[in-house]
C-alpha cells in the first residue's frame, strides 16, 4: 500500500515557466516532508521540508505548499531552469517514531530550452 | 568533505553467494539508513540504525542483514542474493531523522 503517492511519473515544463510537482498521503499520521532531488547516478539530495504547522515554506525558486486536509502537498519551482532537470521525490515521516522516511515514487522533470 | 560512500558502486552476482555493500559516514551521525530503488516504487527503507548496536527493520527487510558496530559504518549483508534483490541500493545518514539526510552515491546490484 502506497502511502505516498506521486501520480505524475514526468513532466516537461519550458524554461522560465513554474514547475509543480504533486504528492499526495494518506497515513494522517504524517506531519513532516521533504523533497529530494535526484540526478542519474547520484544520490537524492534534500532539496526543502515543510511541518505540518505550516502551510507554505519558501526557499529561492522552491516553494512547498502543504494542505493538511486534502493530504497533499507540491513543490513549485519558479523560474525553471534546464539544471533542474531530475527525478523529484517526495517524503513523508511522523514525529514520535523518528525511524522512517516513507518515500514516493518520483517525479521526473524535464525542463526544456 | 561531508560524505557517504559506498562500495562498491556496481555489482554483478550470481544467486546463493553472499555478499556484503559497505557503507561510511564522516559526519558523526547518529542515524543511518538503507533504501532499495525500483522502477515504479520509489524509494523503500530496508533497514535503519539509531545508533551503535541499536538496527530495526524497515518495509522490506526480508533477505537482508545489516550490523552498527561502529558509528561511522553500516554495511549491508546479502548471505544468500536471489534475482528479485537486483536493485539500485541507497545508505543514507543524519544526524537525526528530521534533519537532513545524506544520501551515497548508490550501489547498482544486479543478482543473476
Known amino acids: 500500500d502506497q502511502q505516498v503517492k506521486q501520480n505524475s511519473p514526468s513532466l516537461s515544463v519550458q524554461e522560465g515557466r513554474i514547475s509543480i510537482l504533486n504528492c499526495d498521503y494518506t497515513n494522517s499520521m504524517f506531519d513532516y516532508f521533504l523533497w529530494y532531488k535526484k540526478y542519474p547516478a547520484e544520490g537524492p539530495t534534500f532539496l526543502i521540508s515543510?511541518?505540518?504547522?505550516?502551510d507554505k515554506n519558501e526557499d529561492g525558486r522552491f516553494t512547498v505548499f502543504l494542505n493538511k486536509s486534502a493530504k497533499h502537498l507540491s513543490l513549485h519551482i519558479v523560474p525553471s531552469q534546464p539544471g533542474d532537470s531530475a527525478v523529484y521525490f517526495c517524503a513523508a515521516s511522523e514525529t514520535g517514531t523518528a525511524s522512517k522516511l516513507t518515500f514516493g515514487t518520483g517525479t521526473r522533470l524535464q525542463v526544456t530550452l | 568533505e561531508a560524505q557517504v560512500t559506498q562500495n562498491p558502486r556496481y555489482l554483478i552476482t550470481v544467486t546463493g553467494k553472499k555478499l556484503t555493500v559497505t557503507c561510511s559516514q564522516n559526519?558523526?551521525?547518529?542515524?543511518m539508513s538503507w533504501y532499495r530503488q525500483d522502477p515504479g516504487l520509489g524509494l523503500r527503507q530496508i533497514y535503519y540504525?539509531?545508533?551503535?548496536?541499536?538496527?530495526d527493520k524497515g518495509d522490506v527487510p526480508e533477505g537482508y542483514k545489516v550490523s552498527r558496530k561502529e558509528k561511522r559504518n553500516f554495511p549491508l549483508i546479502l548471505e544468500s542474493p536471489s534475482p528479485n534483490q537486483t536493485s539500485l541500493y541507497f545508505c543514507?545518514?543524519?544526524?537525526?531523522?528530521?534533519?537532513?539526510?545524506?544520501f551515497g552515491p548508490g550501489t547498482r546490484l544486479t543478482v543473476l
Open positions: 559526519m558523526n551521525h547518529e542515524y
Open positions: 543514507a545518514s543524519s544526524l537525526f531523522l528530521t534533519d537532513t539526510q545524506y
Open positions: 515543510i511541518s505540518s504547522i505550516k
Open positions: 540504525s539509531m545508533n551503535v548496536e541499536v538496527t
